[in-house]
C-alpha cells in the first residue's frame, strides 16, 4: 500500500489540530517537507489570516502549561525561544508577575512540604525553586511564608 504525500498546508492543519505552534515553530517543522516552489512564509501567512496560527493562543496555552511547574524567566525565555518579542512579551510579563509568589509557594508545598530543619536544606529547597525559573524575590517570600504556614 502506498503512502498519501501530504501538502503543506495539510501538514500545518495535521499540526495545529494537535496543539498550538508558534510561527517560528510551525515553520521549522514545515521547512523539512517543502518541495521546490512551496512557500511556507505564505502558507503561514495564510493561516495566521484565517486565524488558524495565533502566537496570542500559542502564548496563553504554553503559560498554561507550564506556569504550575516553572517560574516566570523559565518562562519567559521559553515564549522568547518561540519567536514571542515585544509588547506581546511585555503583556505576558505583567500577567505572569501577579502570582509567581503564590505559585512559587505551590511548587515548594508539593516538593518539599516541611521547612528546612538546616541551612544546607533550605539552600537546597532554595536552588531548586531558582533552577524552576522563580526570582529571588518570590522564592525567599515563599519560604519565609512556609515558616508561618507550618507554625
Do not use: P
Not at 495535521?14 to 521547512?31: F, I, M, P, Y
Not at 544546607?120 to 519560604?143: D, E, H, I, P, Y
Request: charged share 30%; proline share 0%.
Amino acid at each position: 500500500m502506498a503512502t498519501v504525500e501530504l501538502s503543506l498546508k495539510a501538514r500545518a492543519l495535521r499540526l495545529l489540530s494537535q496543539r498550538e505552534h508558534s510561527r517560528l515553530e510551525l515553520g521549522r517543522k514545515l521547512a523539512r517537507y517543502a518541495q521546490e516552489g512551496d512557500d511556507v512564509e505564505a502558507l503561514l501567512d495564510l493561516l495566521e489570516h484565517n486565524r488558524w496560527l495565533s502566537q496570542e493562543r500559542f502564548s496563553e496555552a504554553l503559560i498554561h502549561r507550564r506556569s504550575a511547574r516553572y517560574g516566570n524567566g523559565r518562562i519567559v525565555a521559553e515564549l522568547q525561544s518561540h519567536g514571542i518579542r515585544g509588547e506581546e512579551l511585555d503583556r505576558l510579563k505583567q500577567g505572569l508577575a501577579s502570582d509567581e509568589t503564590a505559585r512559587c509557594m505551590e511548587v515548594w508545598q508539593r516538593k518539599f512540604g516541611s521547612v528546612a530543619e538546616d541551612a544546607q536544606q533550605r539552600n537546597k529547597q532554595m536552588r531548586f525553586l531558582l533552577q524552576r525559573g522563580f526570582s529571588q524575590r518570590a522564592v525567599q517570600t515563599a519560604l519565609k511564608g512556609s515558616e508561618q504556614f507550618d507554625e
